[in-house]
């Protein structure tokens, strides 16, 4: 076994697979969730052998690699961002020769595969922390998490005024050995998720042996979860105040966006460079603004961080231009490439949070395609799937819902944080037992008409969001114009329209416009009079004033 899946070093590629140096400056990467994407087994939850099976169905619709959200042993508290054993497969994801089938046969497809790598907590049945607990206070193992006594006369107060992530303070009371209440640990997540302490060797060591580990197994890379949350202020201070939720990703805060997280990188990128055929990190990394996030990619250190300055950008040609401009402003100097992203497993689904239906969502994907960089899809936005909001209470399964409440996080910015509605199995047939899902049920019940959105109905159907897609991304293939370089030249618009022209080093030119205004606009001056729409996000026809929500692809 070892043998068989250490071999994974120089995996197979396809014929039609990209051997570029830097394959991935303008990769499309596909986001498989993999409890939603496809059960192979039949038990309602999806698993490692639904989504090869559904491999050729990825590399049909031309993206460059795959990114699968966590597989691991785990007792699933957040959804396998619990990791029990980050060498192992759960059980109801298959096992470690399932994981090998499907880096194999991506390869064999053409398709990089990048895994989710969770370094700034494990799970609570993980060992390392079931032995701390037995161990007791003083145990080393508790160094390895941040165990602290509580504060007030009977230490039942917990150690500092940090709030989790998911609601309720950061801390949980644990009892000693001997049964009476004992220490506090942090957790930034949910209780299940306790923080490991970065500043400890064997943390350190551990995370290094597991990237290893899966870069023998063949992967091309890691995302990195909560990338920004791994070192913590010296001595854990106080916030001094409640509301916390609010301030992430709009400050350095003590336990989030630290500077001591980048050597952490360097050492990672160190590994990766050890490897032939250009192994990658993503960051997930929330700072306040996109300056700090270049941080992350510096030459030494990851490779790409998600740019969710942009996906947290309201659909406002202004806001849009600006946001566009610092990101690629900000990537320019350290020589990465930016990163674009509508949608995800943790944020309202685009079609829904951007309010304007179909139409509009269409029309972000256009705009999000033509952008230079590297663009992330999320399963089922091809297909246009909407946010499902009316989900049940008895059926949600997020931690946040549970420790938020039914309201979320109260933000009032018409996302409450809650994230089952984006979660909901996808429909690969017009009907049948889970819409194609798989053989069984599925895990969060998919709403009645879900399969008119299915990858069945959309096949062949020219008007469909899933063969925009197939058309976006065979045209990002054939025209280096879209997707390289670092910069996009703006052309004089009417208001409410975002127009840039985007040259390929092959000579040709093309200019992306779209309207994000109330009213049709005329482009006098935007699209040439010699050229013609290579692509349309509703069938406008390249005549007369562009329609609202509509993003036109020119070529000059
Ligand atoms: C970010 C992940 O995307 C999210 O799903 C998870 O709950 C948190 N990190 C904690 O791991």
């Not at 009892?175 to 506090?184: A, H, I, R, Y």
């Not at 990338?227 to 916030?239: N, R, S, T, V």
């Not at 008007?463 to 052309?491: C, K």
Request: proline fraction near 7%; aromatic fraction near 10%; hydrophobic fraction near 40%.
């Amino acid at each position: 076994m070892t043998q068989h899946l250490a071999d994974r070093t120089q995996p197979t590629r396809g014929p039609g697979h990209d051997q570029r140096r830097d394959w991935w400056r303008d990769a499309v990467i596909y986001q498989v969730y993999p409890r939603s994407f496809a059960d192979g087994d039949g038990d309602g939850m999806g698993d490692l052998a639904g989504a090869r099976e559904r491999l050729p169905y990825l590399a049909d619709l031309g993206v460059d690699a795959v990114w699968l959200s966590p597989f691991y042993a785990s007792p699933q508290a957040d959804a396998g961002y619990d990791v029990a054993d980050y060498r192992a497969i759960d059980p109801m994801f298959g096992d470690l020769h399932d994981a090998d089938a499907l880096i194999r046969e991506a390869h064999r497809l053409g398709l990089r595969v990048i895994v989710d790598l969770v370094p700034n907590h494990s799970s609570d049945r993980h060992e390392w922390f079931q032995r701390a607990l037995r161990e007791g206070p003083g145990s080393p193992l508790r160094d390895r998490y941040h165990f602290r006594p509580g504060r007030g006369a009977s230490g039942d107060l917990p150690p500092n005024d940090w709030e989790s992530i998911f609601g309720g303070p950061a801390w949980t009371r644990v009892p000693d050995p001997d049964g009476t209440p004992g220490e506090w640990y942090l957790h930034l997540f949910a209780p299940e998720q306790p923080d490991f302490n970065w500043d400890n060797e064997a943390v350190r060591d551990e995370f290094r042996s597991v990237l290893r580990f899966w870069l023998d197994m063949g992967v091309d890379g890691f995302r990195i979860d909560v990338a920004h949350g791994l070192i913590k202020a010296a001595g854990l201070p106080d916030m001094g105040h409640t509301g916390q939720l609010k301030l992430l990703g709009t400050q350095v805060l003590p336990f989030f966006d630290q500077d001591g997280v980048h050597e952490i990188y360097r050492s990672w990128r160190r590994i990766l460079d050890e490897y032939p055929n250009q192994r990658i990190g993503v960051a997930e990394a929330w700072t306040p603004n996109a300056g700090r996030t270049a941080l992350y990619v510096r030459p030494d250190e990851l490779h790409q961080a998600f740019n969710f300055h942009y996906l947290n950008t309201a659909w406002d040609a202004a806001a849009l231009r600006e946001v566009i401009d610092a990101s690629l402003d900000s990537m320019r100097p350290v020589g990465a490439p930016t990163t674009w992203v509508l949608s995800n497993h943790d944020v309202v689904r685009h079609r829904t949070r951007l309010g304007g239906g179909i139409a509009r969502a269409r029309a972000a994907t256009l705009l999000m395609l033509a952008l230079p960089g590297s663009a992330y899809v999320y399963q089922g936005e091809e297909l246009g799937l909407p946010e499902v909001t009316d989900l049940p209470d008895e059926a949600r399964q997020d931690p946040a819902f549970f420790r938020r409440g039914p309201h979320g996080d109260g933000s009032g910015d018409g996302q409450d944080g809650l994230r089952d509605g984006c979660r909901v199995p996808i429909p690969w047939a017009a009907d049948g037992t889970s819409y194609g899902f798989g053989a069984g049920g599925s895990w969060l019940p998919q709403p009645d008409g879900w399969g008119a959105h299915s990858v069945a109905v959309q096949t062949g159907d020219p008007a469909s969001t899933l063969e925009l897609y197939r058309s976006a991304l065979a045209l990002r293939r054939a025209h280096a114009a879209l997707g390289a370089g670092d910069g996009v030249e703006w052309l004089d618009a009417p208001a409410g329209v975002l127009a840039f022209r985007r040259r390929g080093a092959d000579g040709v030119s093309l200019v992306c416009a779209v309207n994000t205004g109330a009213a049709p606009a005329e482009l006098p001056g935007v699209l040439t009079a010699g050229g013609h729409a290579l692509l349309t996000s509703d069938g406008w026809d390249g005549t007369g004033p562009l329609p609202v929500d509509t993003a036109v692809w020119w070529q000059e």
